[in-house]
């Protein structure tokens, strides 16, 4: 197994609101000299909210890269310094109107590792109890109610197409059926 790369140098070429574009270069092996541009992301939270009959809640907002609204988990950027479990929590509030009473990891997993370094915590919230903060001005987001099954439909239809919610939706029914 060869040695990991030897960064050389580092440039943010790009800051936005949300992330930085940084381009890297690194010393491969074999003297090979490669550049990399990496979307330097502080990370996110993804919720599996189920309601005490188990039904999920989920949303449905636009999200431009990819042109259109789609349906899916909750989720929310990682604040600077915030912990994954308050992120959870302030989400959930924001996003669908529900403070989780009982908070279960479920792992995490990198969004695209060639090229982001964003890292989803997953979590199933259960024991919802109605809690409401303000959500983000710019957010267009209504809630769906769907049980697993339906869930599950809307994965392999297509009409859930986002990774992190594929993953939730997948680890939390592998999960209860264990």
């Known amino acids: 197994m060869s040695d990991l790369p030897r960064l050389l140098s580092s440039e943010v070429v790009y800051r936005g609101r949300l992330f930085n574009v940084e381009r890297d270069t690194l010393a491969m092996d074999g003297g090979v000299t490669a550049a990399r541009e990496t979307i330097r992301h502080p990370g996110a939270v993804c919720m599996i909210p189920v309601l005490d009959d188990g039904r999920i809640l989920l949303v449905t907002q636009y999200r431009h890269p990819a042109g259109r609204r789609l349906l899916e988990l909750p989720a929310g950027t990682l604040e600077k310094g915030e912990a994954p479990v308050a992120a959870v929590t302030r989400e959930l509030q924001e996003e669908v109107g529900y403070r989780p009473g009982t908070i279960e990891a479920l792992g995490g997993f990198f969004v695209a ?66």
């Open 113 to 178: 590792p060639g090229y982001t370094s964003e890292y989803i915590h997953l979590f199933a919230c259960t024991a919802l109890e109605p809690g409401r903060l303000p959500g983000d001005d710019d957010e267009d987001i209504e809630v769906e109610i769907l049980s697993l099954p339906s869930a599950l439909e809307a994965v392999e239809s297509g009409a859930i197409c986002d990774a992190k919610s594929v993953i939730g939706l997948l680890r939390w029914s592998r999960k209860i059926h264990r």
